[in-house]
């Protein structure tokens, strides 16, 4: 599934470089723009990232890109595993005009495949009440919301969990 050729949708899934640096920026831009003033300026910067730390996510993180039929960065997703072995996500982003295409489940496919094959039973992801439509996606695709609430920069993070068969 995570080979590098074309789907029949038009994008490939592979593995992030530090080439893919600067779409990755663009694409997370891109994709939170709607949601800027709905952030504190600081929880925002962390989430649409910089060009300092972009190279620290892909250092610490496995970042998996969809790339179109042009070559270009459409949709993003950074998983890692913890010390306990627990999986985590973060950093899920699709181009507005390639939403609704089936990127954003094959990404979160491929992070998911990534991490059971590095021994992960649960994987976590945190996200805030702004972003609505990505809860209910993550809910669709056997997310549940933990309870668990933490501070992001002065805004509510909230914590989804999915158990791994």
């Known amino acids: 599934m995570l080979d590098a050729r074309i789907s029949e949708s038009g994008f490939q899934i592979r593995r992030a470089t530090e080439s893919d640096a600067d779409?990755?920026?663009d694409c997370l831009a891109a994709a939170f723009e709607p949601y800027r003033t709905s952030y504190t300026p600081a929880a925002y910067l962390d989430t649409v990232l910089s060009?300092?730390?972009i190279s620290t996510r892909l250092a610490a993180m496995r970042l998996y890109v969809a790339v179109g039929a042009r070559g270009q960065v459409v949709g993003t997703i950074a998983c890692s595993t913890n010390a306990t072995g627990e999986g985590h996500l973060r950093g899920m982003a699709v181009l507005p005009e390639f939403?609704?295409?089936?990127i954003a489940e094959r990404l979160l496919q491929a992070a998911e495949e990534d991490l059971a094959k590095q021994g992960c039973s649960r994987i976590t992801l945190d996200t805030t009440a702004p972003l609505g439509r990505?809860?209910?996606?993550?809910?669709?695709?056997?997310?549940?919301?933990?309870g668990k609430v933490t501070?992001?920069?002065?805004m509510p993070l909230h914590e989804f969990v999915k158990r791994l068969a």
């Open 23 to 25: 779409e990755i920026l």
């Open 151 to 154: 501070d992001f920069f002065g």
């Open 51 to 53: 060009s300092e730390t």
């Open 99 to 102: 939403q609704g295409q089936g």
């Open 134 to 146: 990505a809860m209910r996606f993550y809910e669709t695709n056997g997310y549940r919301r933990s």
